[in-house]
């Protein structure tokens, strides 16, 4: 398990050095992230020193003699795929703010926007600070938003005050972000199938047909699902990424592979995600030699593929099973016909015309139409983010399935 620890300008800081020995003694991979503030109090070198790890200073290299060690200005983005927790300690009145507004003016601000972990934050400041009116509403607002705040303490104070604004006792950090992680494990012991990429059907050695699909969505999924707790098993086409730490992997090409991978390991599965672009058709014939060119018309006659979602939902049984709907008109009539036409639990709907969704983005804005009859319409936001809000709808989706199981049960 990795955490981000952001280190932020307060007398605490050198605090923050202590935390460090403790989350690793706990098994933690800390890497340290350090405000311009931070440095005024503590040196990077303590926390590079404790971490073993490089600590990030800034988000463009550093000017002002800190260390300039970021491999790209895009590291953020790097470090946000790689966090499974997000620790701000100390956290002062000026980042609280910064995060309840959206700032980013500095590599943690960016990387709490970039990132989708839970986030835990223990504010250290003077009790008047802590108390201000301005101070509690950023702290609610980031309370409302899942933020896990770990109270100050009562207590002498730096500043000569005696009140609420001491950094948390170290055991009380530690606890809440052993809750945060565990909230966030909320699919342990599931077993989970996911279908990515698209398929590609061979015409001849050096031909095929395909689909337009990056990937990247139902990559996103594996990925959140196993940060999830799940057992993860990513059928994927032939894509350009890497496959996401901690899954099982099988890479297939045509969707008779594909088909056949799912069938395989199907009955273990307790959720089937499925967000390939399988072609609907392939080439009747497949030519062991390149066909050569004439001038007479080309005919390629093209069979139905299996479909693998249509198949694995008639035969689901207690799974939950998901589907996509990439449309470019009527999304949601569509959507909802294909829901009931597949007997899914869970279609997620795009409109591929819209601007920042589809093929390609890092982005998608989808709407997702469950069997319960709900429709939730989510604005414009990363892969990532739209993995948790569909695993979000399962694990919803899961819970109506096991009342239902548990009042059939009862009447009986
Ligand atoms: N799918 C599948 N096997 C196929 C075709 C599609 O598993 N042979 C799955 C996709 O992974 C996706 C969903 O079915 O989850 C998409 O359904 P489909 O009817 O293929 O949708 P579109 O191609 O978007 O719709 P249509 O062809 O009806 O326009």
């Not at 469950?370 to 414009?380: E, I, T, V």
Request: hydrophobic content about 45%.
């Amino acid at each position: 398990m990795r955490i981000t620890l952001g280190v932020t300008g307060g007398v605490a800081a050198y605090k923050a050095a202590e935390l460090v020995r403790r989350l690793q003694q706990d098994g933690f991979t800390v890497q340290v992230v350090m405000t311009r503030g931070a440095r005024e109090f503590v040196t990077p070198l303590t926390f590079a020193a404790l971490s073993g790890q490089k600590v990030i200073t800034d988000l463009f290299g550093d000017a002002s003699g800190g260390e300039a060690n970021l491999e790209s200005a895009i590291e953020h983005l790097a470090v946000a795929q790689r966090t499974d927790l997000l620790l701000v300690a100390p956290a002062t009145a000026d980042i609280i703010a910064k995060f309840a507004r959206g700032m980013a003016d500095d590599f943690l601000t960016t990387l709490y926007l970039a990132s989708t972990a839970p986030v835990v934050v223990a504010p250290a400041m003077n009790v008047n600070m802590w108390n201000h009116a301005a101070n509690q509403e950023n702290v609610e607002v980031l309370r409302a938003r899942g933020v896990k705040i770990v109270d100050p303490a009562e207590g002498y104070l730096a500043c000569g005050m005696t009140g609420a604004g001491r950094l948390a006792g170290q055991e009380d950090i530690v606890a809440a972000v052993r809750e945060a992680l565990k909230a966030q494990r909320d699919l342990d012991g599931e077993k989970v199938l996911v279908t990515a990429g698209p398929t590609c059907e061979d015409l001849d050695p050096a031909r095929y047909i395909t689909n337009r699909s990056s990937g990247k969505m139902g990559y996103a999924v594996a990925e959140a699902a196993a940060r999830r707790g799940a057992k993860v098993m990513l059928v994927s086409g032939p894509v350009n990424l890497e496959a996401p730490a901690g899954v099982e992997y099988l890479g297939v090409r045509s969707a008779k592979e594909m088909h056949q991978a799912v069938v395989e390991r199907i009955a273990n599965c307790s959720v089937a995600i499925l967000a390939a672009a399988v072609a609907d058709y392939r080439p009747v014939e497949q030519h062991a030699e390149k066909i050569k060119k004439s001038d007479a018309v080309l005919t390629i006659l093209l069979e139905r593929t299996t479909d693998i979602l249509a198949e694995v939902a008639r035969n689901k049984g207690q799974k939950i099973v998901v589907g996509f709907a990439a449309e470019t008109d009527h999304v949601a009539e569509n959507a909802r016909k294909k829901l009931s036409a597949k007997n899914a639990d869970l279609i997620v709907a795009n409109d591929i015309t819209a601007e920042g969704a589809g093929f390609d983005h890092d982005t998608n804005i989808v709407t997702l139409f469950s069997r319960d009859g709900r429709d939730l319409a989510l604005p414009k936001m990363s892969k990532s983010e739209v993995a948790q809000r569909i695993l979000d709808e399962v694990v919803r989706l899961r819970s109506v399935l096991h009342t239902a199981a548990a009042l059939k049960r009862s009447s009986v």
